[in-house]
Every structure is written in structure tokens, then in C-alpha cells.
């Protein structure tokens, strides 16, 4: 017997990627639910083999649903996630909502599987950012070995990471431009076609933007309070999956080789580095794949025990979806589901 999952925000980047990865891995449902606001009534979304037909969330009963997948935005989460945990569902949220409360675990199960245990105070499990996830899937292994110091990182963050109209924007401005159209900036504050724009997310008192704050703030909840991090987020023209340029510090010695080999056993990541044209991956490869990809790597002249690399994935399978998934197979794993709703 499976176990009844409600996807949130179905009709979205990440609500369908969600629906493709549930498929892809044969997750143990007997059932999906597809949700979204009013306005997607009855919008026809694909599930494997299978069509489903899109529910209002405002009127949906989650007494009998065990978990609910959200990528509905923060607003939504705020609102709807503390109510349907308080009907006993466990909520795998992607928004940024929940991630800095000391009562939700933030998860990446590559790194900090074990803290999934504190879920229970809430019913809610947050995911990270999309560009945290990935870095600190390829941090992990190297601080475990070497004790990193401090982290320099540049964002590549592609148009889907800014949700279904951040694609429709692209898309249009780069036709627009084609045809000699006016160029209307709308979801992205510059036009984004041929350009590149450093800012993601709002501007903070300090100067730095909420992007690069939460870049911050989560890799010190998942991955270690002590590592000292600065990022620079940058929108560019690429449809699909986030692109990092990383500079790392750290406490030991470390070679280029040796982290190369650390890195190829490491749970979720793939090393593709020949010092070759062409010998690396770009985000282009990355999309439609579950690997977090490391490329570039070598010692930084400039600081003892640095290291350089370049680190690719794809957003919306291990920087939102995929992840989601792989939190609900731990706590299935793990025997961490209330067990009475799969019962009933
Ligand atoms: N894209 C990424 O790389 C990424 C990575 C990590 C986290 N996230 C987070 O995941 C969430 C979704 O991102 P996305 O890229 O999938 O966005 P998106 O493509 O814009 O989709 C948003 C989804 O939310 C639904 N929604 C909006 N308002 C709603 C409401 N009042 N009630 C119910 N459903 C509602 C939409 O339904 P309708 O079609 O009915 O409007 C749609 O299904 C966001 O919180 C985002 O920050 C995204």
C-alpha cells in the first residue's frame, strides 16, 4: 500500500517537474493530486502515462493525504502550510517561507538527512534555495575532509529559477529582438535577452540581495554555522539550470586531485573535468538531469589550501523538485510518516 501525495502549485516550473520525478522514480503513491489556484480549475497536467485534471487547493481536504508536495510561493506556504500540517500531512515546502525557523528542518538529504527528524513540531520540511542546494552538495564532502573557511561564489541563475513567467520573458524578448520589437521588461527589472542582470530577489540595508543572503544564511543552517560565505547572484539567458564559479578556503591542505576524487564518490555529485575544450559541463547538459556537476577544478595561486571549480544543476530537478522527492523517501525510508493515514 502506497501513500497519498498532494502536489501544490502543479501547474508551475516546479509543480510539473514534480509530477515527472514522482513518475521517473516509481515514488509509492497509489494516488497524486494535482493543485493550484482557481484559476488553473481543471488544467489537464501530465503525471507519467497518466493526465490529471488540476484542483482548486482552496477547497481541497488533506485529512486523508499524507504528504503535499508546495511550490506555490511564499505566500501561499505562509498561509496554507501551518494548516495542512495541522491536518496531520507532512509539508515538503520549496518556498522560502519556513527555512529560517529553528522549529522546520532545512534539508538537503546528500548533507543533512539526520536533521529531518525535528519535522514533527510543524508537519513542514523546507527545501532550500535552488542555488544553496547544489553548492552545498558539492561543499559537503570537501568540508568533511579538508574544513572549509570560507566560500567566494558567482551565480549563473538561469530564467526558470524566477518561475513559468520568467521562461515566457526570455522567450518573448529574445523572438522581440529578432523581429525588431520593443524590448518591455516585466518579471526581470532589466531586459534579460543577450544581457546578464546582478540582482535576484530584493535589495537589502547592507547592499547585498535577499538571493545572496539566502545563499548565506541556508548553507550555514545545512551545512556548517562557522563557514564564512559571500555571493554575488546573477540572472543570465539561460532557460534552465544555475552555473556557480566557487572559491573555497579552507583550514587543510587539499589538491586539485584530491578533491577531484573526493568528489567522485560523493553521494549526488559527477565530476566532468578534462583540462580540454569542452572538457566541462554547461548549464545546457545539465537540464533534464539529477547530478549536481563539477567541473574546473584546481588550486587557487592566490591563497593557501584554495581551490576553484564550477559547479552546474539543474533548478528545477535538484534545486527544487528532485530534492522535495528525495525528502519524502527519507522520511519513507526512515519509517518517519504518521502511519495513520496510510492505514486508512
Ligand atoms: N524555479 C526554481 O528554480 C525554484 C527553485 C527552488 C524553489 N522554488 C520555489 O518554488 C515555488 C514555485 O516556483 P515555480 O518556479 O514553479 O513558480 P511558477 O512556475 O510561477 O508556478 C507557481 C505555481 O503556484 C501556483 N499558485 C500560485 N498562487 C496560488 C494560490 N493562491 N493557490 C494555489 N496555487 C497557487 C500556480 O498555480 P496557477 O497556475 O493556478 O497560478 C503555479 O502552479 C516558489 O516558491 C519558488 O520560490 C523555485
Redesign the pocket.
Known sequence: MGYKVAV??????????MLNILAERAFPADEVVA???????G?EVSYGDKTLK?R???TYDFSDTDIAL????????K??SPKIGAQGCVVI?????WRYDADVPLIVPEVNADAVAGFSKKNIIA????ST?QLVVALKPLHDRFGIKRVVVATY??V????????DELFAQTKAIYVNDAVEPKKFPKRIAFNVIPHIDVFMEDGYTKEEWKMVAETKKILDPKIKLTATCVRVPVFIS?SEAVNIEFEKPVTADEAREILRSAPGCLVIDKREPGGYITPYEASGEDATYISRIREDITVENGLDMWVVSD??RK???L?AIQIAEVLINRKLLPAKKKAA
Open positions: 501544490v502549485g502543479a501547474t508551475g516550473n516546479v509543480g510539473r517537474e493543485l493550484a489556484s482557481r484559476r488553473s480549475l488544467t488540476t482548486d487547493l482552496a508546495m511550490s506555490a510561493g511564499g505566500d501561499v506556504s498561509e496554507w515546502d520549496n518556498s522560502s517561507a527545501n532550500p534555495n535552488c542546494a541563475q538561469s526558470s529559477g524566477a518561475g513559468k513567467e520568467g521562461l544555475h533548478n528545477l534545486g527544487a523538485a530534492n
